[in-house]
């Protein structure tokens, strides 16, 4: 069993920054990508940036420039430093794993419950 924590979500003012975090636990051996994901209300959940364990990086193009992200994999943890936050970065924000190997077998995609990011205008 595999478990993703996120947090650092909450509300902000336009042009300001968030920090996320998302932690897996469990008896992982290694998870080949993580990321972030997001869905607005009546949209649907979209890419913002996911990172593989080599380092290998793919940004939503409504972020890049703005976003971050990076891992630890020692700690099997990701994060997304997101700058110069609009308004239309409201969403909520979904941790994703992907490809983890543990230690009684492979698995494929986990999801986290999501963290709110709200930005005011």
């Known amino acids: 069993q595999v478990h993703l924590v996120e947090s650092g979500g909450g509300l902000v003012q336009r042009g300001g920054s968030l920090r996320l975090s998302c932690a897996a636990s469990?008896?992982?051996?290694?998870?080949?990508?993580m990321g972030w994901y997001r869905q607005a209300p009546g949209k649907q959940r979209e890419l913002v940036a996911v990172?593989?364990?080599?380092?290998?990086?793919n940004y939503g193009d409504s972020v890049k420039g703005r976003f971050t992200i990076s891992r630890d994999n020692a700690k099997n943890t990701v994060y997304l430093q997101m700058n110069s936050l609009k308004p239309e970065d409201t969403a909520v924000y979904y941790c994703?794993?992907?490809?983890?190997?543990?230690?009684?077998?492979?698995?494929?995609?986990?999801w986290g419950q999501g963290t709110q990011v709200t930005v005011s205008s």
């Open positions: 994703n794993a992907g490809r983890i190997i543990t230690t009684m077998e492979a698995l494929d995609d986990y």
């Open positions: 469990g008896s992982i051996v290694s998870i080949y990508v």
């Open positions: 990172m593989t364990s080599g380092g290998s990086t």
